[in-house]
């Protein structure tokens, strides 16, 4: 079978495909009362239960939307095309100690991401870009400085409306970072007239993708096709950046084609919301709320020191069921038994390893509490992080 004949076929697939079920996802944090009693520390909310506004569910349809991405004219160019295989097989072949993976994290917030999409009238297909941008996880940084799922620059992130402090890094914030890509998305597409284009715009940055179409393409009129005819102006990354969305939904949508073993999906995150006074540590949270620290930071993986903003009230998600305990028990921590860190200076020939030993806990919680920082190039006067237990060397 030719290459554009596979292509076609498997593009033929994808289209043909079932939809997904679509479900809500939780809504936007509010500020808690002040001040706050024990019994205001319960939000009855559970992720995915639409409590409000029950039309940001996808009304049903008989007929398939068409996606306007998966049936652009450009699917069949044959160059398209071939650009298209070559990325099969890099997903096929190159990325397959790590593509399942990827397929498992997407079941926990797939559902999120469909309910988003469709609540804006939004190509479903899209649904695919958190995989390619972070393999759906919250904790992926690039060499760039990008994070989380949907790989936000600090700047963007915080011109769409996401904290990204000291404390909290709202990129990694999947329902938070969702809502905001899906909105940059829709922008994009309004400002540039084709998904191709805005799709470039998104990966290589709008101004350089307006700056393009200045100098080579003034007159022209925004297309799909005109992405395509401009791709040896774009970089590298943003030419082969629709293709490889493309090689990916087609192995994604039907992994066992490829040569891939059934994959079981995380299942979606179900939660409720609880709300912190102030700042306080993850062991404690946990405590409260009868469960582990892996679990809370899953499903706060915006919180990256591993506490709670100090002076602030914080709305914290807490596994399903666990909100009411969480209230009666955190009500009677003592004010000062909340942290259990403290902030280390590194000194000259420290390494993490050195910095884990002398306050007693691990070198992987140490590299968790402190996501940005990069072991090899530890500096003097750099600040540690250390999640220091209570009954650690380091406790108060």
């Known amino acids: 079978m030719t290459t554009v004949r596979r292509v076609a076929f498997c593009l033929a697939a994808v289209l043909g495909a079932a939809g997904c079920t679509l479900v809500g996802a939780p809504p936007p944090p509010v500020p808690p009362p002040e001040p706050v009693s024990p019994a205001e520390l319960v939000v009855r909310e559970v992720a995915f239960e639409p409590l409000v506004d029950v039309s940001y569910l996808a009304p049903p349809s008989v007929e398939p939307d068409v996606d306007p991405i998966l049936t652009s004219p450009v699917v069949r160019d044959p160059e398209f095309q071939a650009s298209v295989e070559q990325w099969i097989g890099y997903w096929r072949d190159a990325a397959r100690p790590w593509f399942p993976d990827f397929l498992r994290r997407m079941g926990a917030f797939e559902q999120t991401v469909d309910s988003v999409l469709a609540g804006r009238g939004m190509p479903p297909s899209l649904r695919y870009l958190p995989l390619i941008e972070s393999g759906y996880s919250p904790w992926a940084r690039s060499r760039a400085a990008a994070v989380g799922m949907w790989q936000f620059m600090p700047a963007t992130a915080r011109e769409r409306g996401l904290s990204v402090d000291r404390f909290v890094d709202e990129r990694r914030n999947p329902y938070k970072s969702t809502e905001a890509a899906v909105d940059f998305l829709d922008e994009l597409h309004d400002g540039f007239g084709s998904w191709f284009l805005a799709l470039a715009a998104y990966n290589g940055g709008p101004n350089r993708a307006r700056r393009i179409l200045r100098e080579q393409a003034p007159l022209a009129e925004p297309s799909d096709s005109l992405f395509w005819a401009l791709r040896e102006h774009w970089p590298r990354e943003t030419r082969e950046f629709v293709p490889k969305l493309f090689g990916a939904i087609i192995v994604a949508r039907a992994p066992g084609r490829f040569g891939y073993e059934p994959v079981e999906p995380h299942e979606p995150l179900r939660f409720e919301h609880v709300v912190v006074p102030d700042a306080t540590t993850m062991d404690v949270l946990a405590g409260a709320a009868d469960t582990d620290e892996e679990e809370l930071r899953r499903l706060n993986p ?11 009230a914080y709305r914290l998600r807490v596994p399903e069921g666990r909100s009411t305990l969480f209230a009666e028990r955190y009500a009677r921590i003592p004010t ?11 000194e000259s020939g420290e390494t993490l390893s050195h910095i884990a030993r002398r306050y007693g806990v691990s070198v992987s919680d140490l590299r968790a509490a402190n996501p940005g920082v990069r072991p090899r190039y530890l500096q003097i006067g750099d600040r540690i992080t250390v999640p220091v237990a209570l009954t650690g060397s380091g406790a108060g």
């Open 302 to 312: 915006e919180l990256f020191r591993g506490l709670t903003p100090p002076g602030a």
């Open 336 to 346: 000062n038994r909340r942290m259990t860190i403290v902030e280390h200076e590194v």
